[in-house]
């Protein structure tokens, strides 16, 4: 049975006793309100690790004011009794008063991959994101940290964070899972109402038109604006629906891996899902 452990010391203590019993540490960060997306990283961090930690933690920095942190959803008995069909030694959930002892005094400034796309939409979420994150290597210096594709950005700010600060933690980053219709699965699902369910496959359609397209050697800037237009023909309020290197998320010319990447609102819920499309070589 998984121990759910509060106490940030107590959390790495075990851990460093793990490790010094020869064992390989994998770390699962979340914020909880579980669904198979989560379940499918810890299913891998089980496969690959002798043991295993998912941390459970709404970080309040990587919020915007304006933003769900109070709304978003908060079920941790349910979470438990998920993990605990999985083979998960610790569930961390700290506090906020012990993640932040200082408020948020110190802050990780991220440029470049940080700046763009999410980071233009929501100031400030990378670098609480970034900041959270360091903080839970410290507390779980795990080998091996599991995040999922889905936030795709996400992940190129975690690959930047260990590689420009040295982090000895490797990333594993998991394909997304999806809802039958092809709906990437998320927390913030649950807010929508079933009409907005519905409609919410529009920006699957926009990543399905997206490939199609690209396969089909459209111009790039065309290829956007189908999958803008797929998206608000659903009633979605587009951020952004481009296609990027999928490296350095610039709309860069050269012939390295590219990526469909969308975010809208429906309604007042907030979805992001990508794609990323085959090598130029293998149209
Ligand atoms: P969150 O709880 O939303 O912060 O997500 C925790 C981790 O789960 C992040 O690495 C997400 O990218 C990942 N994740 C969320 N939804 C999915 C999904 N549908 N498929 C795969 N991974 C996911």
Redesign the pocket.
Known sequence: MAETIRDPKIMRARILEARAAGKRVGF???????????L??VEKAVEESDVVAVSVFVNPCQFGPNEDYERYPRMFEADKTLLETKDVQWIFTPDVKDIYPHGDSINIALREVGDSLEGLIRPGHFSGVATVVLKLFNLVPAHRT??????WQ??RVVKQLIEDLHLSIELVV?????EADGL????RNSYLSSDERRRAVGIVHALEKAKELWQANMPLADIESVMKKTMEDQGFSVDYAVIVDAESLKPTQCTGQKIALVAGHIGTTRLIDNCLLSHESEK
């Open positions: 699962v960060p979340t914020m909880g309100a579980l669904h198979p997306g989560h499918r990283l599991y995040f999922g594709a889905k936030d996400q992940t998991c394909p997304t899972v999806r990437a699965m998320s927390s």
